[in-house]
Structures are given as C-alpha cells and as structure tokens.
C-alpha cells in the first residue's frame, strides 16, 4: 500500500500540471498582435468608406416684376465607416465636396470630420444655386474627393 504522503504528493504533482497546461493555453490564446498604420490619403480608402447623398434640396421661385427666378438650397450629407475591422486612434479627414451639377454656386466645398473610436462619423456641406429661370434647376449630385488625413488605425492580426 502507497503511504498517505506519497498520495498527496502525486495529487499535487497532477494539480500543479493540469494548472500549467491552463494556462500555457491561456497565454497561447492571449497572444494576438496588433499592427499600427497611419493613414494617408492614398490608403484612407483601404480602411474607411465615403458615402455622400443630396439631402435638403429645395427649390424657391421669385416672382420679380411678372418675371420668374428660381433659386436653390441643398446639402450634401456625409457618411464615414470602417471597411475593415479596426480600431481608429486620432483620424481626422478632410473631404472636399464637389457638385458637378449646372447652375450650383460653390461647386466644391471642404468639409473636417473626426472619426470616432467605433469607426463611424458624420459631416455636412451646404450648397447654393446660382438664380436660373424656373424649371431649369436639377437636384444637384455630389462626389467626393479625400484632401487630407491624420491619425492611424490599429489591427489586430
């Protein structure tokens, strides 16, 4: 028969393995690395969208001496978000707004937008028309065009 004190012995022994196989384990699980990248404005597309959309179109007509001006207002609404899974530190973008549209004063506009720590944010650009005759002026459409970048993203591998 095995003395009492041999027991206890092969029971720590068994405890104190099944302990450092738990956490070997832990450690291998915990052992991602992160990478930091600062954005640019040539890799700014790789992390992030741009969505834009005419938001707020209206149109006044005047009535001036028997003669008719229309005159207009919109905005383009701005919409920021992550491509890919990443943590943004300190970005700020800035965007420029152009409206291609006939008839719209400030074609291009610049708008500063900072990007929260989810990866999402949103901005604005209000645009003017230029007095056109009645029912010459379109809903202006809007593209975007990124100016200038600070700030990195981190990911984890």
């Not at 052992?31 to 149109?59: H, I, P, R």
Request: proline share 3%; charged share 20%.
């Amino acid at each position: 028969m095995v003395p009492l004190s041999s027991r206890l012995a092969i029971v720590k022994r068994i405890a104190a393995s099944l302990l450092c196989l738990v956490f070997l384990f832990g450690i291998c699980a915990c052992g991602t690395s992160t990478e930091t990248v600062e954005l640019t404005t040539e890799n700014f597309n790789k992390y992030f969208f741009v969505d834009c959309s005419t938001a707020n179109y209206e149109e006044k007509v005047t009535d001036l001496l028997g003669h008719k001006f229309s005159e207009g207002t919109a905005d383009c609404s701005l919409r920021i978000g992550k491509k890919v899974e990443c943590s943004p530190s300190n970005v700020a973008v800035t965007i420029e707004v152009i409206s291609p549209t006939i008839s719209w004063d400030e074609t291009t506009q610049t708008v500063m937008i900072n990007i929260y720590a989810d990866g999402s944010s949103m901005g604005t650009a209000s645009f003017t028309s230029e007095t056109s005759l009645p029912g010459l002026l379109r809903e202006p459409s809007f593209y975007t065009r990124i100016k200038d970048v600070s700030g990195s993203v981190i990911i984890k591998k």
